[in-house]
């Protein structure tokens, strides 16, 4: 088989099985919180109002998952104000495509909610991929430290596509720090620090606990998101969430 047609194939199954990997997380939370509220995982006797919306389970609202917000003050990783109405969590991978696609195509549009004060946006890395990941979120991190989160963020997803393995080695990081400015002997030391390995445990942690093995997930105003979907499903749920707090 050609080298093109092995690309092909490839791509067939790709995206199916990225969706039922999401898929799957979505469920695993449902089956969790169902779990712990008494309402049937199933999903029946449910309603919605619009994406991202909280539905009704047997007279009852489905269980929130607002404690993945930390409105903290001192969050490296996140944009805007801590009292905003709205909170997005994001949980996600650098080197996940739909999550390079999500933060190109999305991304700014959250933004310009933080921008007006109605939106917080809380950044947590997975690392579902394995070592080079946690080491990208470990340089995000580090960034953040000379306050550049998120143009290293943006590096890191330049174009919508994430960077190769070998783009991901210390050495290249460090060099993508050094052409954005930032003081490549402070950003090495911050890279292998104790505290920042720790830090990017605790962020994966959090939606480990929640049940995200997969990338991207979200939560917006307490309720899940899963996966890349169209750039109006996360403002639908964003108008959603800040009616609902009026």
């Known amino acids: 088989m050609s080298t093109e047609s092995t ?11 990225a969706v039922l990997a999401v898929a799957a997380v979505l469920i695993a939370i449902i089956v969790a919180l169902s779990r712990e509220s008494g309402a049937p995982a199933d999903g029946s006797g449910t309603s919605s109002s619009g994406p991202g919306a909280p539905t009704e389970v047997q007279g009852s609202r489905q269980p929130d998952l607002s404690d993945a917000e930390r409105r903290d003050e001192a969050d490296l990783l996140a944009a805007g104000p801590v009292d905003a109405p709205v909170v997005l969590v994001v949980f996600s991978d650098y080197q996940c495509p739909f999550c390079a696609r ?5 991304l700014p549009l959250m933004m310009e909610q933080v921008h007006t004060g109605d939106l917080r946006i809380e950044w947590r890395d997975m690392n579902v991929f394995g070592p080079a990941s946690e080491r990208a979120a470990r340089a995000s991190y580090a960034a953040a430290l000379q306050g550049a989160f998120w143009e290293y963020h943006d590096a890191l997803f330049a174009d919508g596509h994430h960077k190769s393995e070998a783009d991901l080695s210390d050495d290249a990081l460090i060099t993508l720090a050094t052409d954005l400015g930032l ?7 911050d890279l292998a620090s104790e505290s920042t390995v720790e830090q990017i445990a605790t962020n994966q942690q959090l939606g480990l606990d929640l ?17 890349a979907q ?15 707090t009026e």
């Open 102 to 106: 999500w933060s190109t195509e999305t």
């Open 230 to 244: 169209p750039s109006q499903v996360f403002l639908d749920a964003f108008h959603t969430a800040l009616d609902a």
């Open 211 to 227: 049940g995200a093995y997969s990338t991207p997930v979200f939560i917006m105003g307490g309720q899940p998101i899963v996966g």
């Open 183 to 189: 003081n490549a002997e402070q950003f090495a030391t």
């Open 7 to 17: 690309r092909r194939s490839r791509s067939s199954w790709l995206v199916p099985v």
